[in-house]
């Protein structure tokens, strides 16, 4: 069955940096686009940054444009998320989001498969 599994979660210092990883596993199609997203207090799960399957096309947030960036590596199923210039307002629970109905994420469409998420804290 399919798995997403999210690691490298932790504390850091506002101005630190973190990366996120997501290896996924079980899935019947070679094909699907890859996403973040994240939890934080007293908001609603919002959208970090989409990329599709060959990573030639992502997206990343206004609030982490310039700081944050996606990719990933088909060769081991595996999604990043380097975290970098990290403030307070980024602590949350950071998922991974996976859809193997589309190469091309599109936008924050309903993605199939979930992680079960990796907390991040800055203070």
């Known amino acids: 069955h399919v798995q997403l599994v999210e690691s490298g979660g932790g504390s850091v210092q506002p101005g630190g940096s973190l990366r996120l990883s997501c290896a996924a596993s079980?899935?019947?199609?070679?094909?699907?686009?890859m996403a973040w997203f994240r939890q934080t207090p007293g908001k609603e799960r919002e959208g970090v940054a989409h990329?599709?399957?060959?990573?030639?096309?992502?997206f990343l947030a206004g609030s982490v444009l310039g700081r944050f960036a996606i990719f990933r590596d088909n060769t081991n199923g595996t999604l990043y998320l380097q975290m970098n210039n990290l403030t307070p307002e980024d602590t949350g629970v950071y998922y991974c989001?996976?859809?193997?109905?589309?190469?091309?994420?599109?936008?924050?469409?309903?993605?199939?498969?979930w992680g079960q998420g990796t907390q991040v804290t800055v203070s």
């Open positions: 079980g899935f019947t199609s070679s094909v699907y686009c």
């Open positions: 989001a996976a859809d193997p109905r589309r190469a091309s994420c599109g936008g924050w469409k309903e993605f199939q498969y």
């Open positions: 990329i599709s399957h060959g990573g030639k096309s992502s």
